[in-house]
């Protein structure tokens, strides 16, 4: 088994307790943002099934996720998660899998600010300030849920968390609280595979190196 050098940080841990006594690193976002949904489900869900990065651990209350590209939004929710890129499934030139089939029962939605959200910022100088890093947006998911909660109950009472994809740190993503729900208009923009997102396939293919694979 592997041990922890000297040298190797600490992972992050909870909140630090007086985090209500601290500012927070706000910035507004005002622009559209995008999202991957399955077909047929509501494109403007606010999910309290405490599974993904953000949820609240209690789920008292709702989260959207969505990216500042549609490029960014497919790349959270549809590119296979690294551990299950064995050497096998990456033989073909380094290629990424993904499934024709899981593609075809997704679509795109638009994420329309009519009010600008106030978000904290999880992705710049002030982290250290509030006592995190950029492991909030890469760690265990267990972890990250704590510190939504924490963000979410703090009296500045911000509408949505702003961080970097996971799986394209040039990208932002963003997990939107319900409260900010009434800021927001969602737009279905129809299925991924229906001909008005061939360019964005086409996109997404080449930026990702993914292989389109049966089933």
């Known amino acids: 088994m592997a041990q922890r050098s000297a040298s190797d940080p600490e992972p992050l841990g909870d909140p630090p307790s007086d985090l209500n006594e601290r500012p927070l690193p706000l910035v507004t976002y005002s622009g559209t943002a ?12 606010f999910g309290r099934g405490k599974k993904w990065r953000f949820d609240d651990p209690l789920g008292q209350y709702g989260v959207m996720y969505a990216a500042q590209t549609p490029e960014g939004a497919f790349a959270e929710t549809l590119l296979p998660p690294p551990g299950v890129l064995t050497p096998t499934a990456t033989l073909i030139v380094g290629s990424v899998p993904v499934s024709a089939t899981t ?35 890469t760690g265990p998911w267990k972890t990250s849920q704590r510190w939504s909660r924490a963000l979410f109950t703090h009296p500045s009472e911000p509408d949505a968390l702003l961080y970097r994809c996971r799986r394209d740190a040039s990208s932002m993503a963003l997990a939107i609280h319900d409260r900010g729900g009434p800021k927001l208009t969602v737009t279905p923009l129809g299925g991924l595979s229906e001909p008005q997102h061939t360019r964005l396939l086409v996109q997404v293919v080449q930026r990702y190196h993914i292989r389109l694979v049966p089933g």
Not at 34 to 43: A, K, N, S, V
């Open 34 to 45: 995008f999202r991957i949904h399955w077909l047929g489900d509501d494109p403007r869900r």
């Open 103 to 137: 593609i075809a029962v997704h679509g795109l939605a638009g994420v329309t600010c009519n009010t600008s959200l106030q978000c904290v910022d999880l992705t710049g100088e002030r982290l250290a300030s509030i006592g995190a890093d950029a492991s909030i947006a």
